[in-house]
């Protein structure tokens, strides 16, 4: 009885002084709240990053029955210029913490935190013993400061105090604290971990409660107590056939099985036996690393093998969140944008049909956060990740209902996608200026494009547009690349003294490789000149989406005999690849100099010079962009492309003209 009276003293004294050190910042009305009471949360950010916020929102964290639950609060300013909100507490609510946004700016309460204990309402200590031990990070959400974070001994404390008012939490901590005991306690711990899952096995189990079992399974020693293992194991298939521990088998089982046709059949089986609906309530390890796996190979393998879409497409519904991005981006975005770069050809009707089936169950998914993040995320995070995961996909179903003219719906999803994409990528801000035109909207499009262009985030067809739009308000057309310059000046200063800071000076092996002009070229006959050679590849989209951007330097030193521009075709595997490629280059409309790679000895594939520049320079993979002096010695180089052809133009140019000054 003097201990219980002891534990009792500590604990009001802790959730005193808790109230007292927060009483500057945070503070919560009235101090003694019960579960299902409406409290007033008072935040005074003078002493935070917040101080000089506008506006301040947050999210609300709340734990009752051993688990979280996250919601949006809004917060409204007080004549003392702190911040406060109204919110009735579930009738659960052991522990609240709160965490406070303006902008970008997070205020998380450092090491005192924001949290406040309802002591009397079961789970509220264990909630505050976990939540801050960074080593249960998968099971509680990312809301403090790392500063706050207690060890495994404090955090087994806060469990024996559950346990000590809370007896009947035994079956929900019972994983937390073995794991605890094992790596604090001095001893062997097998002992003690194998009496407590023979009395918690002897209970009716939920969902989550025979996962924890599995988890605490995974605390014994193997091989020692894998007959013990077993035993219980056993159990748990018997007692629950349809459970938990036989879910996790089957998703193994089915992913390992080599026989497709068998693999197929086990899936459909799966299906029934394991509706995904009963089990929202616990995500195993097993299903985080194997289930989405397990269906897209199930999923992808039936169209190479039947070439048949249905399964995938049927499946939609039923999918989880990110499988559904998954075919967004192979069934839609992918061949969609092969078509449009030239690479393969495709039905876009058949692309828009299941674009219309996929878009929009992908679109509803927003409002509901997938138990990877239940508990963790809140609605509002919910829709902006989600937002972000999609924006690509939105994007390209955008672009092809304004091939089918369905521009009202098409318009919808470019405004949806705005705030992610918005002056960050030249063809979305393409397609969005095209739209306000298309709309008479000359005046906002205008605007928007001389932002895509002060962010040298602008292509070809978009600085056409704006140089139309230039010429119509009656300016004269030989003064818009001056007029278009100076929007970039800011922007390009900076850029340029970063490329200059990366400036490389080493000696280049040679080559000698057929021209698409006829003859060959070396680069020993180039002494005197700058070469900037483009590895390439009719297979690679990212090479071509680049063209544009390159097409605008050899524009702009046509006429510069000493700046030679020499597109490397590399790595092509088609018989016909020379025809295809001077095709593309006819199509496209670019004069460009094409340079077939050799022959390499040692493999027989077409990639003689990139294999022997890219070993030299520790590179790989295509585009690649190469720049050699008048000297013959390598200055630059870059690989892949970032979406914007006037910021490649641009950083082409910016190191030829460096090159052609510094010679004199």
């Not at 809370?166 to 929900?172: G, L, T």
């Not at 002897?202 to 399974?217: F, G, I, S, T």
């Not at 894998?226 to 349809?242: E, G, R």
């Amino acid at each position: 009885m003097k201990n219980i009276k002891l534990i009792l003293f500590f604990f009001g004294v802790t959730t005193s002084l808790l109230a007292q050190k927060e009483a500057k910042r945070f503070a919560v009305s009235p101090e003694a709240p019960n579960s299902g009471d409406e409290i007033t949360i008072t935040y005074d950010p003078a002493e935070t990053v917040l101080k000089d916020a506008k506006e301040v929102s947050g999210r609300l964290y709340t734990h009752g029955s051993f688990k979280w639950k996250v919601s949006d609060i809004t917060l409204k300013q007080t004549a003392d210029k702190k911040w406060q909100t109204k919110v009735k507490l579930a009738n659960d609510a052991a522990l609240i913490n709160c965490v406070f946004v303006s902008d970008t700016l997070t205020d998380r309460g450092g090491q005192e935190t924001y949290s406040w204990m309802i002591p009397p309402t079961k789970s509220s200590y264990s909630g505050w013993g976990l939540l801050r031990n960074e080593s249960f990070a998968d099971q509680h959400p990312n809301a403090l400061d790392p500063i706050s974070s207690i060890n495994d001994t404090i955090s087994l404390m806060w469990i024996n105090y559950e346990m000590q008012y809370h007896p009947e939490s035994r079956k929900d901590i019972f994983y937390e604290g073995l794991r605890l005991m094992k790596n604090v306690k001095p001893g062997d711990p097998t002992k003690r971990i194998k009496s407590e899952l023979r009395f918690i096995l002897a209970d009716n189990l939920d969902n989550e409660h025979q996962y924890k079992m599995q988890k605490a399974l995974e605390l014994l020693e193997q091989p020692a107590n894998k007959a013990f293992t077993d035993s219980v194991q056993k159990v748990l298939l018997t007692k629950y056939p349809n459970g938990v521990l036989a879910r996790d088998l089957e998703i193994k089982k089915i992913f390992n099985e080599a026989d497709f046709n068998k693999k197929v059949a086990l899936y459909n089986a799966f299906e029934k036996n394991f509706p995904q609906s009963k089990f929202e309530d616990v995500l195993t390890d097993t299903e985080n690393l194997f289930y989405d796996k397990m269906v897209k190979s199930i999923v992808y393998n039936y169209i190479v093998k039947n070439k048949d879409y249905s399964f995938a497409i049927n499946s939609v519904k039923n999918a989880t969140y990110f499988i559904l991005v998954d075919y967004a981006w192979h069934l839609v975005s992918i061949p969609f944008d092969r078509d449009q770069d030239g690479i393969e050809k495709t039905s876009l009707e058949t692309l828009k049909k299941y674009a219309d089936i996929i878009i929009p169950e992908l679109e509803s998914r927003e409002a509901f956060i997938p138990k990877q993040y239940a508990g963790k995320l809140s609605p509002n995070e919910w829709k902006l990740q989600s937002l972000q995961n999609a924006a690509r996909e939105y994007f390209t179903y955008a672009k092809l209902l304004e091939v089918f003219k369905q521009y009202d719906l098409s318009k919808k999803y470019l405004e949806k996608i705005k705030p992610i994409m918005k002056f960050d990528d030249a063809t979305y801000n393409e397609v969005y200026a095209r739209m306000l035109v298309r709309e008479g909207k000359t005046a906002e499009a205008k605007a928007y494009m001389v932002a895509a262009a002060k962010v040298n985030k602008i292509s070809p067809a978009t600085i056409a547009a704006l140089k139309e739009v230039f010429v119509k308000e009656g300016k004269k057309e030989a003064d818009f690349d001056a007029y278009f310059h100076s929007l970039k000046a800011d922007n390009n200063e900076e850029h340029k003294k970063k490329l200059i800071s990366e400036l490389i000076n080493l000696p280049i092996g040679g080559f000698e490789m057929e021209s698409s002009r006829g003859g060959k070229v070396k680069l020993a006959d180039q002494k005197g000149k700058i070469v900037v050679l483009d590895f390439w590849a009719m297979w690679c989209g990212p090479c071509k989406n680049a063209m544009p951007g390159m097409n605008m330097a050899v524009n702009k030193y046509k006429a510069d005999d000493n700046v030679k521009f020499y597109f490397v075709d590399t790595m092509e595997y088609i018989k016909d690849f020379k025809a295809q490629t001077q095709a593309f280059i006819k199509e496209k409309g670019f004069d460009f100099t094409i340079l077939y790679d050799s022959k390499n000895p040692k493999t027989g594939k077409f990639d003689a010079v990139y294999d022997k520049y890219s070993k030299a320079f520790h590179f790989s993979g295509i585009p690649e962009k190469m720049i050699i002096d008048q000297n013959g010695n390598l200055r630059w180089m870059s690989n892949g492309y970032f979406g914007s052809p006037s910021e490649l133009s641009d950083e082409i140019s910016i190191i030829v003209d460096y090159l052609k000054a510094e010679k004199k």
